[in-house]
Each structure stands twice: as structure tokens, then as C-alpha cells.
């Protein structure tokens, strides 16, 4: 069956630190994901998602996110965090039934 | 910024009334999603229209109504709801369910509570 594990419910860093959010996968077949923001009492804006191809995609706001297959990871990333980052993440992983199974999200909070 | 649109974006309703959920989405797209999103909880498919068919129904409680009159619209008709169907409800689209390499767009939500 298919599943997504967000392992850090919440994060804090600094902003113009750098950031990894963690999203792990199970699915057996090729994984197509997201990743997801929402900010507060908002619905989900779509960040990047990766079908095929180069591993590393690009998004928007400066993310990327890296697909690797070994890992079954697909980790959100951003060299220097802004204040208006601070927001919820949730990675998903599209199914053949073209179904999105989400991650439990992971809560970001960046101090000055 | 976003195609899809929501109305109420807040809602207070007792537990013998009647609502409605209203979602447009001006992407001309032809799939439609409704998803409960609640506290601590992964975001749940309830149903799924694609080319106004309802092609899922993620074992929702028959007190949650959907309806999608064309691709652009969909309802979530509201009755006799349960406190502990108090949640954010989410509409999404998507270019068409079935290709396999759709995107799915949300709406801001309504924050529903049910006293």
C-alpha cells in the first residue's frame, strides 16, 4: 500500500539558515510527488513536483527537492529560509489511481 | 493567485442544519476533488469527479452530499453533521483524472464547525 512518512512534525530554524524537510515514501510502482505549502488558515499551493527525469527539480519560492530511489526520499530543501516561509509542508506521492496520498505535514517556524 | 475558489470560507452550522459547500475552479480543468484536512491528520480524499462523473467515494458518512453540476463546479451538501466533522474542506482540480501525470490545484478552503 501506499504511504507517505513526514518524520519531523515540526521544525524551527533561523532565517537565511539553510533547510531539509524530510518525506519518505512507499509505493510500488514509479512515484510521482509533490510537495505542497500551506500557509495558515490558506489551502495547499503546489511548491514542485517531480514525474521523470533529472532528480533534482526546482520550484517555486527558491525550493527544489530531490528524488532518490534508493532512499525512497523526496526531501524539500531551500538554501536561505525567509520569514514568509514560516508555513506547513506536505509531501504526497500520486498513485495509478491517480489518487494524492498526503504526509501528516511538517510544521516550519523560522525565528529572526 | 489561485484558480479555485471557495465559498463560505468559514461556516458555523448546528448539527440539524442544512449547507452547502461551493467550489469553482476557472482552470478548465474536468476533475474535481473534495478533501477533509483535520487536526494532525493526513489530508483525506472524500470524492472525486471526473467529466462531472463521481468515479470515487472515499467511504464518506451519506451526511456529506456532493454534487458537480459541470466541470467548473462542485457541491458539498451538509446535513445532520457530527461535531467531529468540524475540519478545513478542501477542493482541488485537476487537468483530468486518469493521466498519469496530473496536477492537482486547491482552493483556500472552508473551516467548518459544527456545534
Known amino acids: 500500500a501506499q504511504s507517505v512518512t513526514q518524520p519531523d512534525i515540526h521544525i524551527t530554524v533561523s532565517e537565511g539558515a539553510s533547510l531539509e524537510l524530510r518525506c519518505n515514501y512507499s509505493y510500488g510502482a514509479t512515484p510521482y510527488l509533490f510537495w505542497y505549502v500551506q500557509s495558515p488558515g490558506q489551502g495547499l499551493q503546489l511548491l514542485l513536483k517531480?514525474?521523470?527525469?533529472?532528480?533534482l527539480v526546482q520550484g517555486i519560492k527558491g525550493f527544489e527537492a530531490e528524488f532518490k530511489r534508493s532512499q525512497s526520499s523526496f526531501n524539500l530543501r531551500k538554501p536561505s529560509v525567509h520569514w514568509s516561509d514560516a508555513a506547513e509542508y506536505f509531501c504526497a506521492v500520486l498513485t495509478g489511481a491517480n489518487n494524492l496520498f498526503f504526509g501528516t505535514g511538517t510544521r516550519l517556524t523560522v525565528i529572526p | 493567485e489561485t484558480g479555485v475558489t471557495q465559498t463560505p470560507r468559514h461556516l458555523v452550522m448546528g448539527m440539524t442544519n442544512k449547507k452547502s459547500l461551493k467550489c469553482e475552479q476557472h482552470l478548465g480543468h474536468n476533475a474535481m476533488y473534495w478533501y477533509k484536512q483535520s487536526a494532525k491528520k493526513p489530508l483525506e480524499l472524500m470524492f472525486v469527479?471526473?467529466?462531472?462523473?463521481?468515479?470515487e467515494n472515499n467511504s464518506v458518512p451519506s451526511r456529506f452530499s456532493p454534487e458537480c453540476p459541470n466541470s467548473s463546479h462542485l457541491f458539498l451538501h451538509l446535513h445532520t453533521l457530527q461535531p467531529e466533522d468540524s475540519a478545513l474542506y478542501l477542493c482541488a482540480s485537476s487537468q483530468a483524472s486518469g493521466v498519469s501525470t496530473d496536477t492537482q490545484y486547491f482552493g483556500p478552503g472552508t473551516r467548518l464547525t459544527v456545534l
Open positions: 517531480y514525474f521523470s527525469g533529472d532528480t
Open positions: 469527479y471526473n467529466f462531472k462523473e463521481q468515479t
